[in-house]
């Protein structure tokens, strides 16, 4: 039995360090952008993000992308 993959939906989203909180814990914040194109290729995503990470005043820490899809029987 073969199943397939549909794809759905993807967003990016970008993780930044927001400094620190008042127990000296680091404070971590994500940006979430919906609507990614889902044959958007990897290298694209990460350069757009790279774009958005340069507009940032604070230090961009990682960078991923979350996908979803439907899987279906083939």
Known sequence: M????EPQTS???????NGVNA???P????R???NVKVSAADADVYAVAQGIADLQTHAVI???RQDEGNLVNA
């Open 2 to 5: 073969a199943v397939n993959k």
């Open 11 to 17: 967003k990016m989203i970008i993780t930044i360090d």
């Open 23 to 25: 127990k000296g814990q």
């Open 27 to 30: 404070v971590q914040r994500q």
């Open 32 to 34: 979430s952008y919906k």
């Open 62 to 64: 990682g960078i991923s």
